[in-house]
C-alpha cells in the first residue's frame, strides 16, 4: 500500500525547456512535502518543500505546487538544466512526534542538450 | 563539517552473517535515521532516534537492531544477514527544528547478501 507514488519512473526533457516531476499521495492527514535529489552514489539532498497551508512554494528555478484536494503535488524545474539530471523523490510526512517521512518510488529525469 | 559519513561503502555478506552499518554525523544534530533503498520501493524508514539513547522502530525493523549511545553515532546492526536485506542503506540526520523535516543523508552502504 504506497501512500505516496511517483507514477512515472523516468522523464526526459531537452535543455532549457520546462520539467514536470508530479507525486499523487493517499493520506490526507500529511502536512509537509518534500522533494530530494538523488546523483548516482550519492545520498539524496533536499531541494524544496510545502506545509499543506499553503499551494506554492518557489526557489530559484524550482517550484513546487500542492492541490490538497486532488491530493497530488508536483515539482517545476524551468529552464531544465543537465545538472538536473537526477533521480527525484517525492516525500511526505505527518506533523508530531519524529515527522517520519513517506517516499516515493522516484522519477529518473534526464535533461539532453 | 564532514555532515554524515557511512561505512563501508560497499559489503558482500554471507547468509547469516552479523554485521554492523557505521554512521556518523557531526553538526549535533539529535534526530538520526536509517532507510534503505530498494529498486522500484523508494526509500523506507528502519529506525530513527530522537535523542542519545532513543530509538523506535520504521515502516521495516525487522532483522535489524539500533543503539545510540552518543549522539554523534547511529550503528545499524544486522544479526542474521537474509538475502532479502540486499538493498542500499542510507543514514540521515536532522535538527529537531519544528516544522523543518530537512534531512541530511550519508553517502550510502550498498550490501548484497548471498
Known amino acids: 500500500d504506497q501512500q505516496v507514488k511517483q507514477n512515472s519512473p523516468s522523464l526526459s526533457v531537452q535543455e532549457g525547456r520546462i520539467s514536470i516531476l508530479n507525486c499523487d499521495y493517499t493520506n490526507s492527514m500529511f502536512d509537509y512535502f518534500l522533494w530530494y535529489k538523488k546523483y548516482p552514489a550519492e545520498g539524496p539532498t533536499f531541494l524544496i518543500s510545502i506545509s499543506s497551508i499553503k499551494d506554492k512554494n518557489e526557489d530559484g528555478r524550482f517550484t513546487v505546487f500542492l492541490n490538497k484536494s486532488a491530493k497530488h503535488l508536483s515539482l517545476h524545474i524551468v529552464p531544465s538544466q543537465p545538472g538536473d539530471s537526477a533521480v527525484y523523490f517525492c516525500a511526505a510526512s505527518l506533523s508530531g512526534g519524529y515527522n517520519k517521512l513517506i517516499f516515493g518510488a522516484g522519477t529518473r529525469l534526464a535533461v539532453h542538450p | 563539517n564532514a555532515g554524515v559519513t557511512q561505512t563501508p561503502k560497499f559489503q558482500v555478506l554471507k547468509t547469516g552473517q552479523s554485521m554492523t552499518l557505521q554512521c556518523a554525523q557531526d553538526?549535533?544534530?539529535?534526530?538520526m535515521s536509517w532507510y534503505r533503498q530498494d529498486p522500484g520501493m523508494g526509500l523506507r524508514l528502519i529506525h530513527y532516534?530522537?535523542?542519545?539513547?532513543?530509538?523506535d522502530q520504521g515502516e521495516v525493523p525487522n532483522g535489524y537492531n539500533v543503539s545510540r549511545s552518543t549522539t554523534e553515532d547511529f550503528p545499524l546492526r544486522l544479526l542474521s544477514a537474509a538475502p532479502s536485506q540486499t538493498s542500499v542503506y542510507f543514514c540521515?540526520?536532522?535538527?529537531?527544528?519544528?516544522?523543518?523535516?530537512?534531512?541530511?543523508f550519508g553517502p550510502g552502504t550498498r550490501l548484497t547478501v548471498t
Open positions: 553538526m549535533n544534530h539529535e534526530y
Open positions: 540521515a540526520s536532522r535538527p529537531p527544528t519544528a516544522g523543518k523535516d530537512e534531512q541530511y
Open positions: 532516534s530522537v535523542g542519545a539513547g532513543i530509538t
